[in-house]
C-alpha cells in the first residue's frame, strides 16, 4: 500500500497531514518551543522520549503525560526510566487516568496531534514502524486551551516512591501482571500548591475570562496561563456570564480539598500571613517540596479569595505589621 506523504485538510493553518518522518517532525516541532512542552501520550519509553527531546532547550519548562498500569509496565509498553530522563532535563512526569491522547502542546500557542505513541514503533525510529498520522493546529482556540488545562489539572504527579514501585513490577515480569492498578491503590489524597489559585483575586479571573470570550488578549503569557489553570482548577466556562461563573467559584473554591483542610484551620483560630505560609508548606504534599518563598504570592491569593468570595465568613485584617485571616463565628 503506497501513502502520500502529506494530505490537505482543514481546521489548521498549515492545512498538512503527516505520515512520513512523524518522529523527526515531532521532535523539529518540540524545538521550536520557547517556554514550555506538554507532552502527552498513553505509551512513552525511554528511546521515544529521548528522540523528541533531543537538542530542546535546557530552560522551557517540559510535562509528560501517561498513563502507568502494572500490566502497561510489565509488558514494556510503559517504561518507568522516562522519568529520570525526564528529571534530567528539568521536567516533571505525571499520570491521567485513561488518557488515550497523543501529541505535544507548544508555548500554548500550538498543537502537534498524532496518532502516533513515543516509542520506537509509533515514532518509526527504526524500520518502517506503525502506520501513523499527524498534524499541526494552530492558533489554539481559548476553548481548546482551556480543556487543555482541565487535562492537566486532573494529573498525579510522579514522585521517587512511586517511580521505586514501578521498576519493581518491571523487574517482576517473568511472574505475569496481576491487572492490579497499583497507582490507584497506593496514591494517598494530594495536597498540591498547584490546586491553589494563581490569580490575584476572582474578579480579575472572571474579568480576565470574559475579556478572552471578546477577543480582548491585553496581557502577557504569564497571566494568561495563570488564568486558565484558576478556570479549568474551579470549573469556569469562558462563555458563562460574570454572574454564573462568580457562583461557580463561591461553590467549587471551598471543596478543593488543600483549600478545605485550611478552611477547618481557620474555624480552629484566626492565622496570620507568615503562620499560613508554614502551614501549607509543612501540609503540602508536592514533591520536591517548593521553598517558602515560592509561596508568597499563592498566600496573598489565598487570603483575598477567602476573603472576596465569603465577606460574611472570612475578613482579612493586619492587627500588627503581618495580615490575619480569620472566620467569622456568626454562633
Not at 63 to 78: A, Q
Not at 88 to 105: A, C, M, V
Not at 216 to 234: G, P, R, S, T
Not at 274 to 282: D, L, P, S, V, Y
Request: aromatic residues 10%; hydrophobic residues 35%; glycine residues 6%.
Amino acid at each position: 500500500m503506497i501513502f502520500m506523504n502529506s494530505l490537505k485538510t482543514t481546521g489548521c493553518n498549515n492545512e498538512v497531514l503527516i505520515f512520513q518522518g512523524i518522529g523527526d517532525r515531532l521532535k523539529d516541532f518540540a524545538q521550536k518551543s520557547e517556554s514550555s512542552i506538554h507532552l502527552f501520550a498513553p505509551y512513552i519509553t525511554y528511546a521515544g522520549l529521548k528522540h523528541v527531546l533531543h537538542g530542546n532547550n535546557m530552560n522551557i519548562n517540559i510535562s509528560i503525560f501517561t498513563t502507568w498500569t502494572e500490566n502497561d509496565i510489565s509488558y514494556g509498553s510503559s517504561d518507568p526510566e522516562i522519568y529520570p530522563l525526564i528529571r534530567s532535563n528539568g521536567g516533571r512526569l505525571f499520570l491521567i487516568e485513561n488518557l488515550h491522547l497523543k501529541g505535544l502542546l507548544n508555548d500554548l500557542r500550538s498543537f502537534f496531534l498524532t496518532t502516533a505513541n513515543i516509542t520506537k514503533n509509533g515514532l518509526s525510529l527504526q524500520g518502517e514502524g506503525n502506520l501513523e498520522c499527524a498534524t499541526i493546529v494552530e492558533p489554539l482556540s481559548p476553548l481548546s486551551l482551556l480543556e487543555f488545562y482541565k487535562l492537566i489539572g486532573s494529573a498525579i504527579p510522579v514522585n521517587d516512591a512511586m517511580y521505586e514501585d514501578a521498576k519493581a513490577i518491571q523487574r517482576q515480569t517473568n511472574e505475569g501482571p496481576s491487572g492490579q492498578d497499583f497507582f490507584k491503590t497506593s496514591l494517598k489524597t494530594e495536597y498540591l500548591v498547584s490546586k491553589l489559585p494563581c490569580t490575584n483575586t476572582p474578579d480579575i479571573l472572571i474579568s480576565r475570562l470574559s475579556d478572552i470570550r471578546d477577543s480582548k488578549l491585553d496581557f502577557n503569557e504569564v497571566e494568561l496561563i495563570n488564568i486558565y489553570h484558576d478556570a479549568a482548577l474551579f470549573g469556569l466556562r469562558i462563555n458563562n456570564s460574570r454572574l454564573e461563573n462568580l457562583n461557580i467559584l463561591k461553590a467549587h473554591f471551598i471543596k478543593q480539598p488543600f483549600v478545605s483542610l485550611y478552611e477547618k484551620s481557620l474555624r480552629e483560630r484566626p492565622r496570620f500571613f507568615g503562620e499560613t505560609k508554614a502551614w501549607i508548606h509543612a501540609k503540602c504534599t508536592d514533591d520536591p517540596t517548593p521553598h517558602r518563598r515560592e509561596l508568597t504570592d499563592r498566600i496573598k491569593n489565598l487570603f483575598s479569595w477567602f476573603s472576596l468570595l465569603y465577606p460574611e465568613s472570612y475578613r482579612v485584617s493586619q492587627p500588627n505589621y503581618s495580615q490575619m485571616l480569620e472566620y467569622i463565628d456568626k454562633g
